[in-house]
């Protein structure tokens, strides 16, 4: 049976440690699908739902990485039964995450008009401590970035503060 899984997030930017568990999830599965919530909770993006596309895209593109990117609105778990996903893949990286994503978990497996189950990864090492609030953070304090994000979103951001401080 095909393996159909969906790495969901608001990748506001895409960081270096999205793009590991990106990579690490394609290897996994027969299929990987990356869905960028369209109205996510979290704060005004900085990006458009088609410049995060095009970020990710190239990104893909560049490392060889087999997976899709789709933009979606509503509730997690109908997009999850739209799709046809059998695995929702969440990134962990301290144990705050992981009572959030647990909470999460249920929430979904009870809304769920589907049958699919959570996988857990466990962020690298060395993106334990990031976030693309994070990443936010040092941009507009112009902090160096390379650490943190690829190269084409590092130049997306800077121009994004440029923008802002006009």
């Known amino acids: 049976m095909k393996k159909t899984a969906l790495y969901p997030g608001s990748f506001d930017p895409v960081t270096k440690g999205h793009i590991d568990i990106i990579r690490r999830s394609a290897a996994l599965f027969d299929r990987l699908i990356i869905g960028i919530f369209k109205n996510s909770s979290k704060n005004r993006a900085w990006f458009s739902d088609e410049e995060k596309c095009q970020m990710i895209q190239e990104i893909l593109e560049k490392e060889n990485i087999k997976a899709e990117i789709k933009v979606f609105n509503g509730l997690?778990?109908?997009?999850?039964?739209?799709?046809?996903?059998?695995?929702?893949?969440?990134?962990?990286?301290?144990?705050?995450?992981?009572?959030?994503?647990?909470?999460?978990?249920?929430?979904?497996?009870?809304?769920?008009?589907?049958?699919?189950?959570?996988?857990?990864?466990?962020?690298?090492?060395?993106?334990?401590?990031?976030?693309?609030?994070?990443?936010?953070?040092?941009?507009?304090?112009?902090?160096?970035?390379?650490?943190?994000?690829?190269?084409?979103?590092?130049?997306?951001?800077?121009?994004?503060?440029?923008?802002?401080?006009?």
């Open 76 to 166: 997690l778990v109908d997009f999850i039964k739209e799709e046809k996903v059998n695995i929702l893949v969440r990134g962990l990286r301290a144990l705050s995450d992981y009572e959030y994503e647990l909470q999460f978990t249920l929430t979904n497996k009870t809304l769920a008009k589907s049958d699919f189950e959570t996988i857990f990864l466990s962020a690298s090492r060395e993106y334990l401590y990031l976030s693309s609030s994070l990443v936010k953070e040092i941009a507009q304090n112009q902090g160096d970035l390379k650490m943190f994000v690829p190269k084409n979103v590092e130049e997306r951001m800077i121009e994004k503060v440029k923008q802002m401080r006009i």
